[in-house]
């Protein structure tokens, strides 16, 4: 089982758009991502967001490429400051492959606490739009097995 970890793309500043809504920069970032993806070959069952705009507008982007057709989902929990454990927990008992779409700190917190069992450690750099995908093994252990960030997408797609 794969879990793709997505921090939301770009997103207007809150004097903008109190809602921080994607900016045109994170549309264009996300969905260079998507298509890389999707070129890719990667293919997930359920796409979940923390119900923030930015992070709703991203999870439709991706889910659009990788899993056209699914209800996407929203799950609490996933909001910057949440708890991780939660959310580690309920991923322990999760079969199909899933992407989470949400924000930071959360996300390095769950990416640290799912492949070292230690939240507090910093092992992945997000940036907006950044997808790191880990791989459950036999032995319920996570490790990490890429990452990728808009930088490399849109270099694909220029």
Same mark, same amino acid.
């Given at each position: 089982m794969r879990i793709y970890l997505?921090?939301?793309?770009?997103?207007?500043a809150k004097d903008i758009d109190p809602a921080r809504s994607l900016s045109e920069k994170g549309r264009a970032d996300v969905t260079a991502v998507a298509h890389l993806l999707a070129r890719s070959g990667i293919v997930v069952a359920r796409v979940v967001h923390s119900g923030k705009p930015r992070a709703a507008q991203t999870a439709d982007?991706?889910?659009?490429?990788?899993?056209?057709?699914?209800?996407?989902?929203?799950?609490?929990?996933?909001?910057?400051?949440?708890?991780?454990?939660?959310?580690? +927990?309920?991923? +322990?008992?999760?079969?199909a492959d899933i992407m989470l779409v949400g924000h930071l700190?959360?996300?390095?917190?769950?990416?640290?606490?799912?492949?070292?069992g230690n939240e507090n450690l910093s092992m992945a750099a997000f940036v907006p739009g950044t997808v790191l995908c880990l791989e459950a093994g036999d032995d319920g252990d996570f490790s990490i097995v890429w990452m990728m960030g808009p930088a490399l997408a849109r270099r694909d797609t220029d």
């Open positions: 997505v921090q939301h793309g770009d997103a207007l982007i991706l889910a659009a490429h990788l899993a056209p057709g699914i209800a996407i989902e929203t799950m609490d929990g996933l909001a910057p400051n949440d708890p991780v454990e939660p959310v580690a +927990s309920a991923l +322990s008992t999760t079969a700190p959360f996300m390095g917190k769950l990416a640290a606490r799912l492949v070292t």
